[in-house]
């Protein structure tokens, strides 16, 4: 089971934005070893009666909107360096090392994930043209 988080913009204002969680049943695999992170997998969209359509490549996946039982919270992390905080190696050593002692990492709520789109069904093929008998 494949889970990918999606930010929604049905409006202009990017502050209004919906986050789903898109969850596939089976694998989604490449042509090259490169794997998927930052790459477009596929265009998702609405029917007029709000059926998710995926298209991913020459195939098209039907799903449904559903609920979930309790929310997932999207963080960002940040890090930054404590305020007076001296190391004595900085001076030392030319090269900057991040010192887990003189840094403090905090989480940043950024959305909550209150639906998800569920494709439960087998992907089907996309046939545009198919030609005559020779």
Not at 50 to 71: A, D, F, M, Q, T
Request: glycine residues 6%; positive net charge; charged residues 25%.
């Amino acid at each position: 089971m494949v889970q990918i988080p999606v930010a929604l913009n049905r409006t202009r204002d990017a502050s209004s934005r919906d986050w789903v969680l898109m969850e596939l049943q089976g694998e989604i695999e490449t042509r090259y070893e490169t794997g998927l992170a930052g790459s477009l997998v596929g265009d998702l969209h609405f029917s007029h009666d709000g059926i998710p359509i995926l298209i991913i490549g020459h195939h098209i996946l039907y799903g449904k909107v559903s609920h979930l039982e309790r929310p997932f919270a999207v963080l960002q992390k940040h890090s930054a360096r404590r305020v007076g905080a001296e190391n004595t190696t900085e001076a030392q050593s030319p090269s900057p090392e991040v010192n887990e002692e003189n840094t403090s990492v905090s989480y940043e709520v950024t959305a909550l994930i209150k639906k998800k789109i569920i494709f439960k069904t087998r992907p089907k093929p996309i046939i545009t043209h198919v030609p005559k008998k020779l």
